[in-house]
């Protein structure tokens, strides 16, 4: 409720009334009138006891102050203690600030549209939790929209909910005025059932993305587990760098990523196998001479796959020089076939205004090959410095295959040529070198020639 009088003194005085006929709570108490906020805000905020026990909050202010409040900084934000603003512009603003969590919590532009469309026009309740803090839901929502308006751990082990101190169940419909408790526990986790019923976008994102979570943790344990069964009737013991190399071998972000392809059965325990044990994964008879043909279509020189296009000529993009864990594309080129660039090649933005020559491929090489990467470092010009690089690039088991460095200013700096296998490999290289005493960058290189691509000219035919 909000009080309007003429006079400053008729604030106060309008104030004794209010605590006379209720019992006002102390904590929730603000006088802004003799402190007022920096944005020139002024009025008396107090919280009392109203009819059936009911909390209400009351504002009063003189109508100079609620001019200054509607038409200056105040109208147009939400206060910093929750109030709602009865200003129409600051219920779309606080409305799309609430669009911008949900979009950032779902990657699915999609799903961000269908939740979307359910919070538009929607009818609206007022509701309490037990310390009277007032929460807005749409018409219909339940206890389990509450709880994840409080908190969102709540929501997620929320338990059961008590409606104006009555045990209710979690999927029943809440009104205007109610008081809600929420009864957590710590071992409980959301029913997806519950994705059904609740109505608020913020419970139907959460929700989802632990549906999502749990079952991709579910397809890495069970991905896990068929590998070990199988690695053990081989009697073979792989470490987990070594899967680590198979997985990116084969096109994946890392070792989790391949558990939980395994256990959603996109990929094959039989292929990983033959990647580790490529002399027992198969019987030799099942080698035969049709499968090989069809391998061999499939699969380039340089271990890129194209799915339903055979016998293309494939190249690696020297530009940005992926390897094996990047995520790849590849973009068909006058006279050089396919060329495959990382996904966030600079040079890839300027082809892809032309979609119809875009291919999807992934990694699909031998885990004993290498790919050329070149690096850039800057140190401090020191003696023996050179010599400790070279001493970490070789305690990475790597091989350099040309340095160009100069100094200039009590600085080193240059560039070289190194041989990894995969990502992991890579990010194990840089990872020794930065150790080294004097070592101010190194970083990867996007253009392995130092200068633009001839084969970016080509491109552009």
């Known amino acids: 409720l909000r009080l309007l009088v003429e006079r400053v003194d008729e604030c106060y005085f309008a104030l004794g009334i209010v605590h006379t006929l209720y019992t006002p709570i102390h904590e929730r108490f603000k006088d802004y009138i003799a402190t007022p906020r920096s944005n020139m805000y002024q009025s008396i905020h107090t919280t009392v006891i109203g009819p059936e026990g009911k909390m209400v909050e009351i504002q009063i202010r003189t109508n100079e102050m609620h001019k200054t409040a509607e038409s200056g900084i105040a109208a147009h934000w939400r206060y910093k203690e929750g109030k709602a603003k009865e200003d129409e512009f600051d219920k779309h603003l606080m409305w799309l600030r609430q669009v911008l969590d949900w979009q950032r919590d779902l990657g699915e532009p999609t799903e961000f ?40 751990d709540v929501g997620l082990h929320c338990i059961g909910a008590k409606v104006n101190g009555r045990i209710v169940a979690l999927g029943s419909s809440i009104k205007s005025g109610d008081s809600i408790e ?26 989802k993305r632990w549906i999502k979570d749990s079952l991709l943790e579910e397809s890495i344990e069970l991905g896990q587990e068929l590998l070990e069964r199988d690695l053990k009737k081989l009697n073979r013991e792989v470490d987990e760098e070594e899967l680590t190399d198979v997985a990116q071998s084969m096109g994946f972000q890392d070792l989790k990523h391949l558990y939980a392809s395994l256990g959603r059965g996109e990929s094959s325990v039989q292929g990983v196998l033959s990647k580790l044990t490529p002399d027992k994964s198969q019987p030799e008879k099942e080698d035969s ?46 006279g050089r076939g396919i060329v495959v660039h990382r996904v966030d090649c600079a040079n890839l933005l300027a082809m892809l205004e032309d979609p119809e020559r875009k291919v999807e491929v992934e990694w699909d090489v031998e885990r004993d090959r290498q790919f050329y990467v070149r690096l850039q470092l800057v140190g401090e010009d020191r003696t023996r410095f050179l010599r400790d690089v070279s001493e970490a690039i070789a305690s990475s088991d790597t091989n350099v295959v040309r340095m160009d460095m100069k100094s200039e200013d009590s600085l080193v700096s240059g560039s070289f040529l190194v041989e990894v296998r995969n990502l992991q490999h890579l990010t194990k290289v840089i990872n020794k070198i930065d150790k080294v005493k004097g070592v101010l960058r190194i970083e990867r290189l996007v253009d392995i020639d130092g200068k633009e691509d001839s084969e970016q000219k080509l491109l552009a035919l």
């Open 113 to 152: 549209m269908e939740d979307l469309k359910v919070s538009l026009f929607q009818e609206e309740i007022f509701v309490f939790s037990p310390a009277g803090d007032l929460f807005k839901l749409p018409q219909g929502s339940t206890p389990v929209d509450f709880a994840f308006a409080v908190h969102t």
């Open 289 to 334: 001479f049709l499968k090989r043909l069809i391998t061999g279509a499939q699969k380039s020189s340089d271990g890129i796959r194209v799915q339903g296009l055979d016998n293309l000529l494939i190249s690696i993009a020297k530009c940005c020089q992926p390897v094996p864990g990047d995520k790849i594309l590849g973009f068909i080129t006058q």
């Open 182 to 207: 929420i009864l957590t526990s710590a071992k409980q986790s959301p029913n997806p059932d519950w994705y059904k019923t609740v109505k608020t976008s913020k419970a139907r994102t959460r929700i």
